[in-house]
């Protein structure tokens, strides 16, 4: 193996070219993630080891920050600034923007909307999904973070904030859950069916029982580990990206089918566009897509 080692004239950094493969490293360790560390000429599908597991890590530090700083809110009431926000949302936020600032990744996030989005990797986060839960001590909230590359969700985490849960995904590399790899899972009865919904069902849906829990991050989680068989997202309003990403790639990645019940392109980089995502394992896919659409007659 060849290495062809560049130094600037003034040494600001070093570029490595190995065969295909190009890696500048800044001088600077406390430099930001793009900076020091960016590989060019990696598969669309897969993700050089190092780097999947540098952007993992940085997405576990900002919910390990959030979680802590969550235990320390005494107020949980809403923040008056628009439906639906508490001032548990706002503290979350203000924790992981710090952290992903630092890192130099863009971002999108249900609370704050979108910045630098022309960055190599954006975060789409939703720091405190199924904050009404977490105001009423239900214990059902989680934090959601997804890297997206120009090709789509490349790494994606969940944290279940009440029980520290971990779900976590690489693009082409596959799921897990607390570190044990998620095997893809089917089921090919939909009246024995356990589906996980949000927003009111429809009348006659033909499932076996049906469960609300109010946090869709945790709820596609759930379809992913077979802890339920489908979710499908009932409410009018439908959902942005930062409710499902992260766990769009962990259900894809373990085989699991996820599409909007219009048939759009569920990772978007516009932080007002809403769809409506349905899960399901792959012999009771259509049966979930028609309950969607029956709720919507």
């Not at 120009?150 to 607390?178: E, K, M």
Request: a negative charge; proline letters at 4%; charged letters at 20%.
């Amino acid at each position: 193996m060849t290495f062809i080692v560049h130094v600037e004239p003034v040494f600001n950094g070093v570029t490595f070219h190995i065969r295909d493969e190009t890696c500048y490293i800044n001088k600077s360790h406390n430099a930001s993630f793009a900076t020091r560390f960016r590989i060019k000429g990696v598969p669309h599908t897969t993700l050089d080891g190092v780097e999947s597991d540098r952007l993992l890590e940085l997405l576990n530090r900002v919910a390990d920050a959030v979680g802590l700083g969550l235990q320390g809110i005494t107020d949980w009431g809403l923040s008056g600034f628009r439906d639906g926000q508490y001032n548990a949302d706002l503290v979350a936020d203000q924790i992981a923007l710090d952290i992903l600032r630092e890192a130099g990744v863009g971002i999108i996030s249900e609370e704050s909307g979108a910045e630098n989005l022309q960055r190599d990797v954006v975060v789409i986060i939703d720091p405190l999904d199924g904050s009404t839960n977490a105001s009423r001590a239900v214990p059902h909230y989680a934090t959601s973070l997804c890297a997206v590359d120009a090709h789509g969700a490349l790494v994606a985490l969940v944290v279940d904030q009440a029980t520290n849960t971990r779900w976590s995904a690489v693009r082409g590399q596959g799921a897990f859950r607390d570190g044990v790899r998620l095997v893809r899972h089917d089921v090919s009865d939909w009246s024995q069916a356990m589906v996980a919904i949000s927003g009111p069902p429809p009348p006659n849906p033909g499932w076996g029982q049906f469960r609300a829990f109010g946090a869709s991050a945790i709820d596609l989680c759930y379809v992913a580990d077979a802890t339920v068989d489908a979710f499908i997202d009932m409410s009018p309003s439908a959902h942005g990206v930062w409710d499902y990403a992260a766990a769009y790639l962990v259900c894809q990645e373990v085989g699991v089918r996820i599409e909007d019940a219009q048939g759009r392109e569920l990772i978007v980089m516009d932080a007002a566009q809403r769809r409506t995502p349905v899960a399901a394992t792959t012999g009771i896919f259509s049966q979930a897509l028609a309950t969607r659409h029956l709720s919507a007659l």
